[in-house]
């Protein structure tokens, strides 16, 4: 199958084709045809499967047919996100799928002024995207009138449930005209999204790419038991010793986050952070330093876990476990995206192995415990059934594929040996530094 045999505008193709594709992805095979037929839809599917394009294209189809050039343009597709960084990625594919197209569209979210959001709404857009507080704002300000919306659209909905914005769009659904096609898109399912589903969608298409609640197959997951006063250490070791390189790691919360960041500055890894007391100008710079290299690490917290647009992020690390099973899934879906392989590493405590259970029951399977040489966790404290891997590799050379995990492994043992004959490496150096 390819992407003109879903009938799209030359324009529409033309941009696909600029942007690099050429074969639709399962969700896009799927999801295009029903929204094209004017079906509701509820997908699910992980982040980096192609779910955005899934319905930009479609949408931009449907407005263009039905296009009108006089006038002030109404909104007539709302598309509601549960973050600002998924917001501006969500309206810049929109931007450039609709490169060749007469479709406006603009995007609003807080922690910007809002002067030059209400500027862009009064020049009128066919699509708006919009995180829910900020959108609220501009209705109780009267710059925004949803009563001409034809496309109603949730994206990454069950993100928006666990941030507590269902009054919020509960409040907005009320405000748009009973009439409409909707589209609902998450990667995880629970009983109070079910429940937002019946409410929103009328017969709809299911449509489902991956196991619900589960995370990308193409992601290999390893944890690290150690004790929480040498996390940092061990992360220091981990990202010198493998010479990696744009790293995002997660931990919970955001003063730790800005600590974290500082440390691993001073351990001479170039870091920065992102969270919500960030600016939304801190924000941006951080994440572009990021994709571009200009920085090693980015430490998020949860805030982060969605909405971040980093091709071929290879690696993603949880320096403290998330406090809900189904953010894993989130903060993982960073990594092994579009088809790439992805390695997940958790550093857990003897005080997380609850979570970490629970998060091996959502995965339906268990993950590889390996505990890495001079890291072994204070035996007073109890890490049941946690083998520890040690291998001889005396005569390898360190592997450093991140999905190879007799390399990883056979690297640390290399380490371990050569602290046993007293052999002080540039590693435990930066460890004695950072303390």
């Not at 995007?107 to 995180?131: C, F, H, R, S």
């Not at 659209?153 to 666990?162: F, K, Q, V």
């Not at 981990?238 to 790691?249: A, E, F, G, P, R």
């Not at 609850?354 to 072994?376: A, C, R, S, T």
Request: with cysteine; glycine share 6%.
């Amino acid at each position: 199958m390819s992407f003109n045999s879903f009938g799209l505008t030359a324009g529409i193709l033309r941009a696909v084709s600029e942007h690099g594709y050429t074969e639709p992805t399962p969700i896009q095979s799927m999801t295009i045809p029903a929204v094209l037929n004017g079906r509701d839809v509820m997908a699910g599917a992980q982040t980096g499967t192609g779910k955005t394009a899934g319905f930009v294209l479609p949408v931009l189809q449907i407005l263009e047919a039905n296009h009108e050039e006089k006038g002030r343009r109404p909104v007539r597709c709302l598309i509601l996100t549960p973050t600002r960084e998924l917001a501006a990625q969500v309206s810049q594919s929109v931007r450039t799928y609709g490169k060749y197209s007469s479709i406006k569209s603009t995007e609003v979210y807080g922690g910007i002024n809002i002067n030059p959001q209400i500027k862009a709404l009064q020049k009128g857009v066919d699509i708006l995207v919009a995180t829910p507080g900020r959108l609220l704002d501009h209705v109780e300000q009267k710059t925004v009138d949803l009563s001409k919306v034809e496309i109603f659209i949730l994206d990454e909905a069950d993100r928006m449930l666990d941030m507590g914005f269902i009054r919020d769009i509960r409040r907005i659904m009320a405000l748009l005209p009973k009439k409409r096609q909707n589209l609902l898109f998450s990667a995880t399912t629970s009983h109070e999204m079910q429940g937002l589903a019946n409410t929103l969608l009328h017969k709809p298409e299911v449509i489902q790419v991956t196991p619900q609640n589960s995370a990308a197959e193409q992601v290999k997951h390893v944890v690290h038991p150690v004790d929480h006063s040498r996390k940092r250490e061990l992360l220091i070791d981990l990202i010198k010793s493998n010479s990696w390189h744009q790293i995002l790691v997660f931990i919970k919360m955001k003063h730790t986050a800005n600590r974290l960041a500082e440390q691993l500055n001073k351990a001479g890894i170039h870091t920065t952070s992102i969270h919500g007391d960030k600016s939304q100008a801190q924000r941006t710079k951080a994440l572009q330093n990021f994709k571009a290299g200009k920085v090693a690490v980015l430490v998020a917290t949860d805030v982060a876990s969605r909405g971040l647009d980093i091709q071929q992020l290879p690696l993603v690390i949880n320096f403290e476990m998330p406090t809900e099973a189904e953010n894993y899934i989130h903060r993982i879906g960073r990594t092994g995206r579009a088809g790439n392989t992805g390695l997940a590493i958790s550093l857990v405590a003897a005080d997380e192995l609850g979570m970490l259970n629970e998060i091996e029951h959502l995965l339906k399977q268990d993950i590889e415990k390996v505990i890495i040489p001079g890291y072994e966790p204070d035996p007073r404290i109890s890490h049941k059934h946690v083998p520890q891997k040690r291998r001889s590799a005396s005569t390898h050379t360190p592997v450093r594929s991140q999905t190879n995990k007799d390399g990883y492994v056979e690297h640390w043992s290399r380490q371990a040996k050569q602290k046993a004959n007293g052999n002080k490496s540039k590693y435990q150096s930066s460890r004695l530094g950072a303390r």
